[in-house]
């Protein structure tokens, strides 16, 4: 399977969801704190999807 470089805007989205789920794990935040395993989650598979489907 060939990956390819995600888009510039899809990295840095899922830079700020996974760096907001580590600050939820070592911070108190009732927001992040609660869903942070998930922020990370989801930021993994953004960047994950991105390097598998083909650039327009």
Do not use: R
Not at 10 to 23: A, M, P
Not at 24 to 30: D, E, Q, R, S, V
């Amino acid at each position: 399977m060939k990956t390819n470089a995600p888009k510039s805007c899809v990295w840095w989205v899922s830079i700020v969801i996974g760096l907001l789920g580590v600050l939820g794990k070592i911070f108190t935040i009732p927001v992040l704190t609660v869903s942070s395993w998930w922020l990370v989650l989801v930021a993994f598979i953004i960047l994950a999807v991105a390097s598998i489907i083909k650039k327009a």
